[in-house]
């Protein structure tokens, strides 16, 4: 996790709630399209915006509060499409799914699909 937990953090509990929702709720009919629904896949959630709305702050809140509920987090950095692809990559070898100097690596479209 690239950020320390923000201490002055407060509020925003009805987008919290949305992420427990998305993340947790299993119930038929409570997922929105962005989220998969099988309960064996890993699910994902995009949270955007324009820049200084606090997105960073909201899922950094999140992962800190309910990282006990999960089996690994990543955190990726999306400003730009080299920073997606540099840290996929290094989500990709963590998992054990291409060593750190294999030239799949280095292939965006190739860490993409290992790592979905």
Same mark, same amino acid.
Request: proline fraction near 5%; charge should be neutral.
């Given at each position: 996790?690239? @950020?320390? !937990? #923000?201490?002055?953090?407060?509020? /925003?509990?009805?987008?919290? +709630?949305? @992420?427990?929702?998305?993340?947790?709720? #299993?119930?038929?009919? *409570?997922?929105?399209?962005? $989220?998969?629904?099988?309960?064996? *896949?890993? !699910? =994902?959630?995009?949270?955007?915006?324009?820049?200084?709305?606090? !997105? =960073?702050? @909201? +899922?950094?809140?999140?992962?800190? *509060?309910?990282?006990? /509920?999960?089996?690994? $987090?990543?955190?990726?950095?999306?400003?730009?499409?080299?920073?997606?692809?540099?840290?996929?990559? !290094? $989500? +990709?070898?963590?998992?054990? @799914?291409? =060593?750190? #100097?294999?030239?799949?690596? /280095?292939?965006?479209?190739? $860490?993409?699909?290992?790592?979905?």
């Amino acid at each position: 996790m690239p @950020l320390a !937990k #923000n201490k002055d953090f407060y509020g /925003r509990q009805n987008h919290l +709630a949305r @992420l427990d929702r998305a993340f947790f709720d #299993n119930s038929p009919g *409570t997922h929105s399209s962005s $989220i998969v629904s099988e309960a064996d *896949t890993p !699910k =994902t959630f995009a949270i955007w915006g324009p820049g200084g709305m606090g !997105k =960073t702050q @909201l +899922a950094a809140e999140f992962v800190y *509060t309910r990282q006990d /509920r999960f089996d690994a $987090i990543f955190w990726v950095h999306a400003d730009k499409a080299a920073k997606v692809a540099e840290d996929l990559g !290094k $989500i +990709a070898a963590e998992l054990g @799914l291409v =060593t750190d #100097n294999s030239p799949d690596v /280095r292939d965006p479209v190739v $860490i993409r699909e290992l790592v979905k």
